[in-house]
């Protein structure tokens, strides 16, 4: 079975350009979740999709959005972009949003 | 809320050793807990998970975890550590059963391990 890939794995973009991640998950696994690991805060979860509906929330601006298709695939965008957001963002897929597999991630560098 | 602690942020081991990172967790019920391992610039592999029942779980790559509801802890173990186990690892806690629970996993700060030969 395939693994969760995201696209694209590396991205430098300037400040207040927006920006679209994607992450294709595991087939049948019908959760997304996205998170953001950067060297000062860590780990920290942005949101999670079940079934086209966004099921849970973190603690992020509304900058940091994001949907879920039908086929379950899951993008994030973020909008007027910082230079904080320099970051690895990760996205993890699931069948009930339990237990959770990683994809690659991909690497924003804002500038 | 949910928080996880892992009190050591850099381990150094000799490659045989044995190997045992901690992992503290604050939660009101029993959590669904999980170990993660990073490589440089690569994701997150899922090495083991204790959701309930015996609390001594296996994993993969030789590891072992231990859930002590008594001490809130899930210390990761392994035998004898091998070089290529050199790498990241993340403590996780999602909440209990529950919709407003899934899908999001609380992380500890990670644990650097370093294998000296």
């Known amino acids: 079975k395939a693994g969760v890939t995201q696209t694209p794995r590396y991205l430098i973009k300037t400040r207040g350009q927006q920006v679209t991640l994607s992450c294709s998950p595991i087939s049948g696994h019908r959760s997304v979740s996205w998170y953001q690991q950067t060297p000062g805060q860590g780990l920290q979860f942005l949101f999670e999709y079940f079934s086209e509906t966004q099921r849970n929330k973190g603690n992020f601006p509304g900058r940091f959005s994001g949907r879920q298709f039908s086929n379950s695939r899951s993008e994030m965008n973020v909008s007027t972009l910082e230079l904080g957001d320099s970051a690895l963002y990760l996205c993890a897929s699931s069948l009930e949003g339990v237990e959770q597999y990683f994809g690659p991630g991909t690497r924003l560098t804002v500038t | 809320a949910q928080s996880v602690t892992q009190p050591d942020i850099h381990i150094t081991v000799s490659e045989g050793a044995s190997l045992e990172l901690r992992c503290n967790y604050s939660y009101g019920a029993t959590p669904y807990l999980f170990w993660y391992v990073q490589s440089p610039g690569q994701g997150l592999q899922l090495l083991l998970k204790?959701?309930?029942?015996?609390?001594l779980v296996q994993g993969i790559k030789g590891f072992e975890a231990e859930f002590k509801r008594s001490q809130s802890s899930f210390n990761l173990r392994k035998p004898s550590v091998h070089w290529s186990d050199a790498a990241e690892y993340f403590c996780a806690v999602l909440g209990g059963a529950g919709g407003t629970s899934y899908g999001k996993l609380t992380f500890g700060q990670g644990t650097i391990l370093t294998v000296h030969p």
């Open positions: 204790y959701f309930s029942g015996d609390t």
